[in-house]
């Protein structure tokens, strides 16, 4: 039930507030007013019964005048103080003044007499008025306002009439004459008064019905302190009624009507002073408020009824926010009271903390126990609406994190019963959803994920924590993988998230195996790097191409020529004996390895039974079904094949290939790199014999040369000596033999000093040097040096020597007529080119010679090269890098 | 003087042995021709090898071969080995350009009876090893 569609409030509507203006208590001076104007009005009252010559019963009259009146007016002036009641608080003085008009009844003054008779019923209509009113004072509905419409007619207008033609003489009594009495007609007179009764008795019945029907909808609480009032109150109208229809027939079965009419209406004042005194209808009104609370209310409504509980049209609900500033009902920040406002605040506390503060009219400090009742009421109501919000925003965050989950969701029972079920995609599930739903995960999994499932939610239900089991399923006709996260929901259920991990498993499958791989090649690059013996290499290529592939069997084959290969490494039991290490294979037609070797790509072999040879055969008798090779290319050309042999079980996906490329190409870069290894240590070895040699020709070239004929110097000059005085002649022919010898010593001596290193290279430079070489040599020699600076001397020095040894050759080998020499400059390095026209034919392998200078110029980063057809002359070309 | 006496009366009591020089270089054996000439010995012919060297010794028969170690076909010291297998009493001196710490032991194990080298080569210092 909605707010909106709650019983009526005890409180008047907010409507009529509205339109009114705040509700303020009676001042002071006028209920002190009111309170002697009802005593003057009392005494007056039993005054007049007092000195009636023609009531039959006059003191007893005065005294219900005064009980009656004194308790209206008095409950009616505590209300009059009291806000929301001032208006109910006028009804009861209302209702005590009209009671005191009977005692006019009693006049013995013929127009106050008929002025009593002409109103000793209005109090039957304040009376109901107030009945109706209770307790706000307000008429609440457009037929409780007929009915007091109705009742003020009766009790007036058809009063009025009857009385103009009632001579009022059927009592017998001496009252004074009916001053209002146009024409006599005794009998329509009391089929009015009587219609005037059975009006009353109507309204009395009508009131009591919608009273007590509405006393039904208010909580027990208010049932029970608003009983007494609408018993009361009720009979006292009807017993009013009762009377009045027994006037015309027995004028004191009237009085004893009326009498008791009034006497039980007193229990209207006098319930609402008790529970006004005891505070009751404020808990009463605190109380419907909770309950309206209870029933749920927006800001806006939980403002309204605090005013109307409060009476306080002007009340405003302030809600302090998180920063600690205030906010009205509609969210929007507010500005508290200060000093000289009309208004003050009361703050609402919960817990010890302030949530919030009631701004509201300064007279509510009259009612510090409703104000109190009602803070704590707006405190429960305040905490309750954050709770609710903070609930619902947890609710919403929550609904919006399980809709952004974009997994299937199950709640499922301990015993494995499938309670709920939400797929965004249905096709995820084993069965459609409408089917899942109340089966039991034995009745639709497969028995061994049935099991796991089923120990993970006891698992989760045991410890109260997440729980989780992976899982291999067939959905779709695809064999997917599972993961399964279940938290309890409840003593006996679980909600799990199942999510699909085959695409990430794939990945880290994947993953692993690239990571394997890249260990594997890491390993085998490290032994590449370090410079292992190419045999270690080439086992542990093969022994990690087994590891990785996933297979047992692989072997690495060099070819030794276009016929056989030999097999330089090898990973498995099978092939060992027939295919160790050092075997020669023959190329048969079909084999992996020829295939590789004709096509210089990988290939895959799929029968060897089906192959010709005996190698096949071989190959197939020991159980090997296919295999897959790649080529290892060294320096552009073909060097081996990487084979990986497989069995029937050993089926290899398309990548295999790839991978063990990258093997391959580690093996080539190994031999690659010993090839360099062994022309590295082959070109030092002969730069040190060539040194040796070079060293060996010059102590030749001195022991024989100028040593000799130093010796033989030596020897003329001592035989010179031992004749210079006996054989005079002969001394000097010695000396001039000696002198000879000296000479050609001497020039011996410089030669060889210039083939060591020629002096002028390392004073004036290359092209001078060149000058001279060329200039000593037999034949005709054309320089062309095209050099702006000097070279680099490591440089200059190898190109005196290319051009020196090059010279060398032609001279000794080439038969050529002329030769020519150009040094050249050519994008970063020198150029150095002798060419002639002798018969070619020169290998660069034939001589010692230009292998040494090749050596010399790779020392340089250099390359040299040779172009000397048969008959078309020699070009011996050198480039130095000038680096 | 008393050494320098003693010189020259060693040398006399060599004048007149006959030698036989071996050498690859014909200025070094015609100097030393001269020299030793003019010093008393007989040279009964000169040899440029080893095996001309062996061939002239079995038909010169000389007292003493002064041969030189570094020679155009065989080594001196093979030249020695075999001079010696058929004339075991023949007297051989050897001489090279280099001093002898360039031979080592060899020059002990050779069988030769001295070495002097060639710029020292004179006729009293073959005496000295002839005496």
Known sequence: ?883 | MKAERSELLEHDAQAGRRVLIVDDHPSFRSCVRALLTSEGFVVVGEAEDGESALALTAELSPDLVLLDIQLPDISGFEVVSRLHEKHPELEVVLISSRDQNAYGSSLGASGALGFITKGELSGPALSRLLK
């Open chain 1, 1 to 883: 039930m909605s707010a909106h569609s709650a019983p009526a409030p005890v409180a008047p509507s907010l409507s009529g507030w509205a339109r009114d203006g705040p509700e303020r208590p009676l001042s002071g001076v006028l209920a002190v007013g009111i309170g002697v104007a009802a005593l003057a009005a009392m005494a007056g009252a039993v005054y007049l019964s007092a000195a009636s010559h023609h009531a039959p019963n006059p003191i007893g009259h005065a005294v219900l005048s005064v009980v009656v009146c004194s308790s209206f007016v008095g409950a009616g002036l505590l209300a009059l103080r009291r806000p929301p009641y001032v208006r109910f608080g006028l009804l009861l003085v209302a209702v005590g003044f009209a009671s005191l008009l009977g005692a006019l009844h009693d006049a013995n003054n013929a127009y106050l007499y008929t002025v009593g008779v002409l109103t000793a019923n209005l109090v039957f209509a304040v009376l109901v008025h107030a009945l109706l009113a209770l307790p706000g004072g307000r008429l609440r509905t457009r037929s409780n306002r007929l009915m007091v419409l109705v009742a003020y007619l009766n009790v007036l207008v058809l009063q009025a009439i009857a009385v103009v033609f009632d001579p009022l003489t059927r009592w017998k009594s001496d009252h004074p004459p009916n001053k209002a009495l146009i024409v006599s007609h005794p009998t329509l007179a009391t089929a009015l008064e009587e219609l005037e009764a059975a009006i009353a008795i109507a309204l009395a019945l009508a009131v009591a019905f919608v009273l007590f029907r509405w006393a039904r909808a208010r909580t027990p609480v208010t049932r029970r302190r608003l009983m007494p009032i609408l018993i009361g109150g009720n009979l006292g109208l009807l017993l009013f009624g009762i009377g009045l229809a027994l006037a015309p027939l027995s004028s004191r079965a009237a009085v004893v009507g009326i009498g008791l009419g009034l006497l039980s209406s007193i229990a209207l004042p006098a319930a609402f002073v008790a529970g006004l005194l005891q505070g009751r209808l404020s808990r009463a009104a605190v109380g419907e408020l909770l309950v309206e609370l209870r029933e749920g209310t927006t800001a806006p409504g939980l403002q309204d009824a605090l005013r109307r509980t409060l009476g306080d049209p002007s009340l405003e609900l302030a809600r302090a926010d998180a920063s600690g500033r205030y906010r009205n009902a509609d969210g929007r920040p507010m500005t508290l009271p200060g000093v000289g406002d009309p208004r003050m605040t009361t703050p609402i506390e919960y817990q010890g903390r302030e949530i919030g503060v009631l701004v509201h009219d300064k007279v509510l400090r009259l009612r510090p126990e409703l104000l109190d009742a009602v803070n704590a009421a707006a405190g429960f109501a305040l905490a309750n609406e954050q709770s609710l919000e903070t609930l619902q925003r947890m609710e919403v965050r929550n609904r919006a994190l399980l809709d952004a989950i974009p997994d299937l969701m199950f709640r499922v029972r301990r015993d494995g019963m499938t309670l709920d079920v939400r797929a965004d995609d249905p096709a995820a599930l084993v069965l459609p959803v409408e089917e899942q739903i109340g089966r039991n995960v034995q009745d639709v999994l497969p028995t061994e994920v049935a099991d796991a499932i089923l120990t993970c939610i006891e698992r989760a239900l045991e410890t109260g924590a997440m729980s989780s089991v992976e899982y291999e399923l067939e959905v779709g006709g695809k064999a997917r993988i599972f993961e399964s996260r279940m938290v309890p929901s409840g003593a006996d259920e679980v909600v799990t998230i199942v999510r699909d991990f085959t695409e990430q498993r794939r990945v880290e499958t994947e993953q692993r195996r690239l990571g394997e791989e890249q260990t594997a090649l890491r390993r085998v690059a490290t032994l590449v790097a370090g410079d292992a013996p190419p045999e270690l290499v080439f086992q542990t290529v093969t022994e990690e191409v087994c590891r990785v592939l996933g297979i047992r069997e692989a072997v690495l084959e060099r070819y030794e020529n276009e016929r056989c290969a030999i097999i330089v490494g090898r990973y498995g039991n099978r092939l060992a004996g027939d295919f160790d290490v050092g075997t020669v294979i023959e190329l048969e037609e079909g084999l992996a390895a020829t295939k590789v070797l004709r096509t210089g790509a990988p290939v895959r072999v799929e029968n060897y039974a089906e192959l010709p040879g005996a190698i096949a055969r071989r190959v197939s008798a020991i159980g090997f079904n296919s295999s897959i090779a790649v080529p290892i290319s060294v320096a552009g050309s073909p060097w081996g094949a990487l084979v990986a042999s497989l069995r029937e079980d050993e089926l290899m996906p398309p990548e295999t290939e790839r991978r063990m490329a990258s093997f391959a190409s580690l093996v080539a870069l190994a031999v690659a790199s010993a090839q360099a290894r062994e022309e590295v240590e082959a070109s030092r070895l002969r730069l040190v014999e060539a040194s040796d040699a070079e060293r060996r020709r010059l102590e030749r070239n001195l022991h024989d040369g100028a040593q000799q004929r130093l010796v033989a110097l030596s020897v003329g000059l001592r035989l010179a000596m031992q004749k210079v005085r006996t054989q005079p002649d002969q001394a000097a022919e010695l000396l001039e033999v000696a002198a000879e010898e000296l000479s050609a010593a001497l020039t011996e001596l410089r030669e060889l000093a210039q083939g060591i290193h020629p002096a002028v290279l390392t004073d004036r430079g290359l092209e001078p040097a060149l000058e001279v070489l060329t200039a000593r040599a037999p034949l005709p020699v054309a320089l062309d040096v095209r050099l702006r600076e000097r070279l680099p001397e490591p440089v200059e020095t190898a190109a005196y020597y290319v051009v020196s040894e090059a010279l060398a050759n032609v001279v000794k080998h080439a038969h050529a007529a002329e030769a020519a020499v150009r040094i050249l400059p050519s994008d970063g390095s020198a150029l150095v080119e002798v060419e002639d026209n002798g018969e070619g034919g020169a290998q660069l392998d034939g001589g010692s010679g230009l292998r040494g200078l090749l050596d010399r110029v790779e020392t340089l980063d250099g390359y040299l090269e040779i172009d000397s057809r048969q008959g078309r002359g020699t070009l011996v070309r050198a480039a130095l890098p000038l680096r």
